[in-house]
């Protein structure tokens, strides 16, 4: 069998053919190195801009009566994503609505669900909840996320007091 040189195979390259090749190369390489940079330019300058604001919420780690066979991240994961779904809830966000007022007409709140899709969520599987929430208005994303903040807290103190009241009324009728 033919070695790879007696086939005409040469894979020995030496510096003289390398930078020889380049420098006859040398202006397509610069075209497309000129075009590239043009291009991504273009996308730079005429992308629509994308605001982010997050807000870091711990909530309380309750731990349950009675002892469980469940194990107990799991329970709080639950939690977290209950959390969450509250947060995200149409109810909540409606509260935002009622809560935001604007003195000129020309800032419109967006739509409920452009405010769902901007909210993500990261969290610790323990007891922290980054909220994060993107929006193409600058000065709308801090104020929405602060608002929506505001309603999601007011909303659980308002239940907590309910549930409060309800569990004195049991009671007191036994």
């Known amino acids: ?45 005429f992308q629509e801009r994308v605001y982010q604001s997050s807000a870091l919420l711990q909530f309380e780690s309750t731990k349950p009566l009675l002892p469980s066979l469940e194990n107990l991240s799991s329970q709080q994961n ?8 509250i947060f995200r809830s149409l109810d909540t966000i409606d509260g935002l609505k009622k809560r935001i007022t604007f003195d000129s007409e020309d800032i419109k709140l967006p739509n409920s669900s452009i405010i769902s899709s901007g909210l993500s969520f990261v969290d610790d599987r323990k007891n922290l909840l980054t909220i994060n929430y993107s929006n193409n208005d600058e000065k709308l994303t801090q104020l929405i996320l602060s608002n929506l903040i505001d309603e999601f807290l007011s909303d659980k103190i308002q239940n907590n007091r309910i549930s ?3 569990g004195i009324e049991f009671v007191d009728e036994e």
């Open 1 to 45: 069998m033919k070695t790879l040189k007696e086939r005409g195979f040469n894979d020995e390259l030496d510096l003289d053919t390398i930078l020889t090749v380049f420098f006859n190369k040398i202006n397509q390489l610069i075209f497309v190195y000129v075009l590239s940079i043009i291009f991504l330019s273009f996308i730079y300058l």
């Open 78 to 85: 639950t939690f977290l994503n209950a959390e969450k779904e």
């Open 164 to 166: 409060a009241l309800k």
